[in-house]
Each structure stands twice: as C-alpha cells, then as structure tokens.
C-alpha cells in the first residue's frame, strides 16, 4: 500500500490565487515528521515545511502553510498569493521514527502558475 | 543555507563505461543518500550511509555501488554504465536539528544519459 499518496498528478491555478496540494500518508507509528519540498525545473530539491505528529499547531513558513488533519492523516499544502516562480513539482515526504532517518516520498504534483 | 555539492551536474557516456558521481558536503552531516528520479516522478533511495564506513542499500535496488570514508564525501560508482540507468541522481546529507525534525539537504543533481 502506498504510504504518500499525492492525488493531483497537475495542476494549474491562476497568479496570486492559493493553491492547495493534496497529501494524505499512511503509517501505524505514532511518532512521524511530514515534509514538503519543492523541484524547480533546474532539478534541485528545496525544503519548505515540517510538520512533526505531535505538534500542536499547523506549521507556517512564509507564504506556506500546512494544514495538518491527524485524524484524516492528511498533510495538505498551502500556498498564498501564488507567484510564476512557485511553478514547479511539489513532493510531500514522511519520516516514521522507527524509518533509520530514511523519508518515504509521494509521486508529486505538477504545480503551473498561469499569468 | 545548505553546502552539499555534485558533480558532474550533466554526463552523456557510452554503455559499459564506469563512471563515478562526486557527492560532498561541508556541513559535517553525518548521514547520506543517494535517490534516483525519473523525470517527473517520485525519489527512490539506492543507497544512504550513517557515517563513516557505513553504506546500506536503500529500497530499490541498484547496480551502483557507494563508499564512505570520510564525512564530507559519498561517491556512487556504476562499474559498467547501461541505458537503463539514465536518470537523475540526487545527493542528500541531514543533521540532527532538534528531536522530531530530520530535514535532508540536496545537492543539485546530475543527469546521466547513457547511450
């Protein structure tokens, strides 16, 4: 079965709207760190939100959020005011604890800003 | 920001040559990896180490082979090259920030085509 699944294969949405990327994980351990990284066109992976299990309130960096359903064990994305430069693939990871430091990684989505 | 370098960040080589992929990182991470990606698609671990003179093989398997002698430096070597493994090869290094929180810092990636 499939520990991250990223649903949204593409996407397009219009400058300055938001945009929410779907991801919804899998895992029986209680202790467990959510990641999302973007993938510029160049093939670089940039780190841009954690969101550890037991953290009280949904992680926000910048114009990204985090909207962290525990129940629904889901990790959506959120991106404010999208810009052209947020174009990009957009991966969301998981760390279990018992994982060895190893992230289990989602298919990604196609993320296109349209001016 | 994140010191982790690859080189060569473009090879197109013929099959059956060896080729070495250069991985280095000036942060004193004590643990690596190494992820394959197809255009598009999802990161697969091949292989990560936890310090020196520690290398596993990740989840998918790979016909490379890795070292780790010192901290800063973690080569893939593919003994004879096939078209099969033309890819895009990530390096990652991650420190321990604060409990719960493993982020991975990558490299820029090199893209191999082997013909």
């Known amino acids: 079965a499939q520990k991250i699944t990223q649903t949204q294969p593409g996407m397009f949405v219009q400058e300055k709207e938001a945009v929410t990327l779907d991801c919804t994980y899998d895992t029986s351990d209680p202790s467990y760190g959510l990641f999302w990284y973007k993938q510029p066109s160049s093939g670089e992976m940039i780190f841009l939100i954690y969101?550890?299990?037991?953290d009280q309130q949904n992680a926000t960096e910048g114009r990204y959020s985090l909207n962290f359903q525990k129940a629904r064990k889901s990790a959506n994305l959120v991106i404010s005011a999208s810009q052209l430069g947020d174009s990009a693939m957009y991966f969301c990871a998981m760390r279990e604890e018992d994982s060895n430091y190893q992230l289990i990684w989602g298919a990604g989505t196609k993320l296109i800003i349209k001016p | 920001e994140a010191d982790i370098y690859q080189t060569p960040r473009y090879l197109v080589i013929g099959t059956g040559k060896k080729i070495t992929l250069e991985c280095s990182q000036t942060?004193?991470?004590?643990?690596m990896y190494w992820y394959q990606q197809d255009p598009g698609m999802e990161l697969h671990l091949i292989h990560y180490s936890y310090g020196v003179n520690s290398t596993e093989k990740g989840d998918l398997s790979s016909e490379s082979t890795v070292s780790r002698i010192r901290t800063e430096h973690f080569p893939l070597t593919l003994e004879s090259a096939r078209p099969s493994h033309t890819s895009q090869y990530l390096c990652?290094?991650?420190?321990?920030?604060?409990?719960?929180?493993?982020?991975?810092?990558f490299g820029p990636g090199t893209r191999l085509t082997v013909t």
């Open positions: 969101q550890g299990s037991y």
């Open positions: 942060m004193g991470h004590d643990k």
């Open positions: 990652a290094s991650s420190p321990q920030i604060r409990e719960g929180l493993y982020e991975q810092y």
